[in-house]
Nanobody, 128 residues
Framework: QVQLVESGGDLVQPGGSLRLSCTSSGSPLGKYHIAWFRQAPGKEREGVAILSIGANTVFYEDSVKGRFTISRDDGQSVAYLQMDNLKSEDAGVYYC?????????????????????WGQGTRVTVLA
């Protein structure tokens, strides 16, 4: 079973950038589809981006399209979320999750309670 650890969260000004990392151990990351989620205070968790095994398929939630980029380096067992032009509404705790099954599109988002593994989260704060 893979374990995931997120890092890279920080305090940033609006318009700034951050790169989040999701480092895996215990099982090859290449066996898993990867998703990033976030949860703002007082709000429900929402899906942000998905990247399939082999990086063949990518999906972004509408509000982050053109600003966020999901990627993976299976050789280094790490996935990334590059976040540019950050806005106040991007603030929250960001989680990566992994699953061995993915139908395409936003499939992992509605199944979030049933995904194989989650990290512990990393906090992103965007100054108002």
């Amino acid at each position: 079973q893979v374990q995931l650890v997120e890092s890279g969260g920080d305090l940033v000004q609006p318009g700034g950038s951050l790169r989040l990392s999701c480092t895996s151990s215990g099982s090859p990351l290449g066996k898993y589809h990867i998703a990033w989620f976030r949860q703002a205070p007082g709000k429900e968790r929402e899906g942000v981006a998905i990247l399939s095994i082999g990086a063949n398929t990518v999906f972004y939630e509408d509000s982050v399209k053109g600003r966020f980029t999901i990627s993976r380096d299976d050789g280094q067992s790490v996935a990334y979320l590059q976040m540019d032009n950050l806005k106040s509404e991007d603030a929250g705790v960001y989680y990566c999750a992994a699953d061995t099954f993915y139908r395409g599109g936003n499939d992992l988002f509605p199944r979030d309670d049933y995904l194989d593994v989650w990290g512990q989260g990393t906090r992103v704060t965007v100054l108002a």
